[in-house]
């Protein structure tokens, strides 16, 4: 008799339970929610995406209203909303009990402004991601134009440089290599404004100081552009103190193990880089 009334008990106690939970999580679900928490993770000065204007965002395309309850929340489908903005290198959206919630979001880093052969205009960031340029922000990253085809809807680097058919023919790559140098080089950031791409496939850069080009050439390894940048450095570091910023008008870095500079004047001048 009293195994019956211990496990009767038993019993009682867990339906108790399974109802008390079932009401908790039924108060829960119509629980009204506040405006979520909003947490951005920015990596260096240039923010694309502001807590102001991802509420914004949610609001006008229906995933938060005035009076919405936890039930009304798709925590899924705005995480794969706030994902697909291409300012946003990755996120997650959870709930709390009672009224809160969070966002908490990690944008990208743009290194390059990008204006294409179509007149669009875009930022590569530094992982080689495509991200929309903003009317609201702007970036202090060094520009590229030129001959560029690869477009808005690009695929991103990582994709071109496991394909050895759009390798073939693009050229965001390329780009990725040079900018991404000039990025995280402190010597090169603060010379290099610009970097061109001419109709023969040759990259130019423009440098904030003096009137000279700079003929770099092709972007096809990390090793060649690692071994262009340092036959640059060793010109900047050895050969300008004692020429002057004025006297070349071109420098190129397209030939092995030498510089070939062309003088205002005209002159060529060779010299080797061991």
């Known amino acids: 008799m009293k195994k019956w009334l211990k496990r009767g008990l038993w019993i009682a106690f867990a339906i108790a339970v399974i109802v008390l939970m079932q009401m908790t999580q039924s108060a829960q679900a119509d629980t009204v929610l506040e405006e979520p928490d909003v947490l951005i993770h920015v990596n260096g000065e240039n923010a694309f995406l502001t807590e102001d204007e991802l509420k914004l965002r949610l609001k006008r395309n229906g995933f938060t209203f005035n009076?919405?309850?936890?039930?009304?929340?798709?925590?899924?489908?705005?995480?794969?909303?706030?994902?697909?903005?291409?300012?946003?290198?990755?996120?997650?959206?959870?709930?709390?009990?009672g009224s809160k919630w969070k966002i908490e979001v990690t944008v990208r880093k743009p290194i390059a402004r990008i204006y294409n052969k179509y007149d669009e205009t875009f930022y590569l960031d530094e992982d080689g991601f495509v991200m929309n340029s903003s009317s609201l922000h702007t970036a202090r990253v060094v520009v590229v134009t030129g001959y560029i085809k690869d477009r808005i809807s690009s695929v991103s680097v990582p994709e071109i440089i496991n394909n050895d058919t759009l390798?073939?023919?693009?050229?965001?790559?390329?780009?990725?290599?040079?900018?991404?140098?000039?990025?995280?080089?402190?010597?090169?950031?603060?010379?290099?404004?610009?970097?061109?791409?001419?109709?023969?496939?040759?990259?130019?850069?423009?440098?904030?100081?003096?009137?000279?080009?700079?003929?770099?050439?092709?972007?096809?390894?990390d090793d060649e552009v690692k071994e262009k940048f340092k036959k640059l450095k060793i010109f900047y570091e050895e050969g300008i103190p004692y020429e002057g910023w004025d006297k070349y008008e071109e420098i190129s870095l397209k030939y092995d193990n030498q510089i070939v500079c062309k003088t205002v004047e005209g002159y060529i001048e060779e010299e080797k880089i061991e």
Do not use: W
């Not at 946003?88 to 709390?96: G, H, I, M, N």
């Open 67 to 97: 009076g919405q309850s936890q039930k009304d929340l798709k925590v899924s489908a705005v995480e794969d909303y706030i994902r697909k903005m291409t300012e946003v290198k990755d996120v997650k959206v959870f709930t709390k009990l």
């Open 167 to 221: 390798k073939s023919i693009r050229k965001l790559d390329d780009v990725y290599r040079i900018s991404n140098y000039v990025c995280n080089d402190p010597l090169m950031q603060s010379l290099i404004g610009q970097i061109h791409l001419k109709k023969n496939g040759d990259f130019v850069l423009i440098p904030l100081v003096g009137g000279q080009k700079i003929i770099f050439g092709t972007a096809t390894t």
